[in-house]
């Protein structure tokens, strides 16, 4: 066995089987390695699209599906609405910023479709997710600008959009997820409270953060890359923040191979020290992207399965929660 295979982790068979297919599926797509961002990201959403069909549970009944179009950083921006068919009145309500590696990913692809609107049908949660601009033609941290205009929108379009205005929050995925914290961390300084925030596989700092990373350093100098555009430390790596204290109420959900485990979990010991309530979940065998397996692999259903039973008790209440910082580590998913 090469030194290589010895460092492997012990992975699912499903995510295995994903990791086969991206590499059977890629070799029919050339434009993956176009230097065209557009027939780049034409190519990575085919790709992302035939993958969910293989592996991601499809759209579950029972969900309203409808296009919107709210404020951006610079003007408006398209975002999908994902909403319990059987609900009336006003939701609470969270943003979500798709995944993507900032340079990538759409509201349009299948992948997103699927798991916001099981999502949003098993935790009684409105999901409202925002086609944010990209990076290059977009740098950091218009993202974050276009987030912050978005929940402002929804804010002022509570009764429109039936929106429990009270229990609005932020949510993202990988990139999206630090678009969150960091759309968390502007909110705070505006003085304007967030009901909760959800950060799912997030890179929560430009810089190793423990041995994840270390062992990773293609995704240590891909972070770099992304975000050499002159912003702010702070609002580019939320880990880095001057001030933790009087963000809203998060969830962070890290995957134990995922080379970004460590920043995430210093990231929840950061929150808790500020006093800021956190639940860390570390989804136990799972790495980077798996948690999108569930039409596979009954780990990313427990996945699923946490998180949604973890957003349901966060956005209950009426009032931002105030419970003491509880962190879990080690638990499935």
Sequence with gaps: M??????????????LEWIQRIRELSATLPDLESPAIGARRRAQRELSDLLASEFTAPVPSGVDIDDLEVAGGEG?????????????????????????????????????????ADRAVRSGVQIVSLEYRLAPEHPFPAPV??????????????????????????????????????????????????????????????????????ADMATALHLADVYRCGAPLAEASPLDAP?????????????????????ATAYADALRNAGVPVVLRIGAGHDHASPGLT??????????????????????ST???NADPVTTAGARP
């Design 2 to 15: 090469s030194d290589q295979e010895q460092r492997r982790p012990p992975l699912n068979p499903a995510i």
């Design 76 to 116: 408006p921006l398209r975002a999908r609405r994902f909403r319990t068919a059987a609900a009336t009145g006003a939701l609470p309500t969270m943003l979500w910023l798709h995944g993507g590696g900032w340079t990538g990913g759409t509201i349009d692809e299948s992948l997103n479709d699927r798991l916001c």
């Design 145 to 214: 600008d276009d987030a912050v205009a978005a929940l402002a929108d929804l804010r002022a379009r509570a009764d429109e959009l039936a929106i429990d205005a009270d229990r609005l929050g932020v949510g993202g995925n990988s990139a999206g997820a630090t678009v969150a914290a960091s759309a968390a961390l502007r909110e705070r300084d505006a003085g304007i409270s967030l009901h909760h925030q959800a950060l799912e596989v997030l890179p929560a700092a430009l810089r190793i953060v423990g041995e994840s990373m270390a």
């Design 243 to 263: 001030d933790h204290r009087d963000l809203a109420p998060a969830l962070i959900l890290a995957a134990e191979f995922d080379p970004l485990r460590d920043g």
């Design 295 to 316: 039409g596979r692999w009954e780990g990313a259903r427990e996945w699923r399965d946490v998180f949604v039973s973890a957003l349901s008790d966060a956005y209950r």
């Design 319 to 321: 009032v931002r929660p």
